[in-house]
């Protein structure tokens, strides 16, 4: 097996084939890696903007009244792992709106100044490059791996001697194998490298870790793609068959099942847009009820005299609807996210969305990354309640009717003290749990692919190699 792994690797190294694919590859990192420099000084100046504008809305609050009205930004800032994968970071809002008000809901809003009619132009991730580069590359490389060999007569003077089927084909594949994944290593160095020059990312453990994560993904599906194409290769017996077999393969895996998924998964599940009628309808009906009760906030003078009886009623009423507009909030984003999720489930029938899903959860991206951002939002939301309500407490002038401006503290408040939203990753337990289903898929599709190409070699008629027809 190695004395063909040697040659193979070797001719592999003279071909003029392998040389310009290298190039082609390398290029494409080197685009990578000087995109994501300009988009990343980008999203930095732009990310500091939003930021600078939250802050400034922060100190702007006088006191605890004055914080309960106020609307707050939180950012939905990038994972720094962008460039592997972009993971729908182009498409996912930068910003959630937050008011520790009862019966408000959090609203999504896209800030950056992304094109939205270019956004595919600038998804140049490695996750891509591998998907349709690297598996296009496999075929180029080893599409006539034993076809070429049959034509050339060679293979039946290599199978007179006592080598072993099985010995040949994985010495083969072994060599396309390695040369392809020093190649996307060297690749993605340079992007890297060009990346922090340019003091963009901060090559530390984590980082690392990343990479690394990335190459034994990009390892597995250019191992699937290239046992693919030499199972092809020895069933087809013609260079030129196998070509045009295995061209149409790639085309049906990894353009027209992905461009199918989205149309599969509005067929399956349609959006409900009743229920945002159903908010409304429900805020308008509550407010309209308030009123004809007489039950909504009057001059503090007023509603002293009563022990601000109407006001407490407004706004327990106003917090028992806030639970039923967050649940049907959540419902509607439940079902924006169970489309993505059939969506996901489509494209994994696809080894190239089957290896970028496997990325996206391990790197903790993608359509887990922005659940997390939600629920990390709602949680800031019921911290920055309760760091209202103490403060609020606090005073006991306040006649503390929690969220109404007018009815709580107005001491000054320090807005330092302002509770800040800080971004947590995704926990390791839920990304491995997430990629649990992706990996599986890739690492199933690669043991089939495998077995694949051993039943073809072991089935067909090496022998008779010079009659090609």
Known sequence: MWTIFNLQLHDNLRSLRFQVSLVVLLLFFVGNGIIYSMKIERLVSEDAMIEQTMERRIEDVSSVGAAAETWVQILNQETGTEFISEAGFNWFPSVLWVNPEYGTNLGYQTLRTTNNWMRRFEVLDWTLIVRYVLSFLCIVLAYNAVSGELERGTLRLVMANPVPRAAFMLGKFLAHLATLVVSVALGSLISLAILALGGLVSLDAALWLSYMTFLLSATLFAALFLLLSMGVSVLARNSATSL??????????????????????????????????????????????????????????????????????????????????????????????????????????????????????????????????????????????????????????????????????????????????????????????????????????????????????????????????
């Open 244 to 469: 045009v077999f295995l061209v149409t393969i790639w085309t049906l895996l990894i353009v027209v099942i992905p461009q199918a998924s989205y149309l599969v998964a509005t067929q399956t599940m349609q959006l409900d847009d009743s229920r945002w009628d159903e908010m409304n309808e429900l805020q308008s009906a509550t407010w309209e009820s308030l009123q004809r009760e007489g039950s909504v906030p009057r001059a503090m003078e007023i509603a002293a005299a009563d022990g601000y009886a109407a006001e407490r009623r407004f706004a327990r009423r106003m917090r028992e609807i806030d639970g039923q507009v967050n649940r049907l909030r959540d419902q509607i984003e439940e079902d924006r996210w169970e489309q993505f999720r059939v969506a996901r489930r489509v494209n994994l029938l696809s080894p190239g969305y089957a290896f970028q899903y496997s990325v996206e959860a391990l790197l903790g991206s993608g359509l887990q990354w922005m659940e997390n951002f939600g629920r990390q939002g709602h949680r800031y939301r019921e911290h920055l309640q309760k760091f209202l309500r103490a403060r609020d407490e606090s005073d006991p002038t306040s006649p503390h009717i929690p969220f109404l401006q007018d009815f709580m503290s107005q001491e000054e408040l320090d807005p330092s003290l302002i509770p800040r939203f800080q971004s947590t990753p995704v926990p390791l337990e839920q990304r491995l749990e997430t990629g649990l289903v992706p990996i599986t898929s890739l690492l199933v599709e690669t043991i089939l692919a495998l077995f694949f190409a051993l039943w073809a070699f072991h089935r067909a008629e090496l022998s008779g190699g010079e009659q090609v027809g």
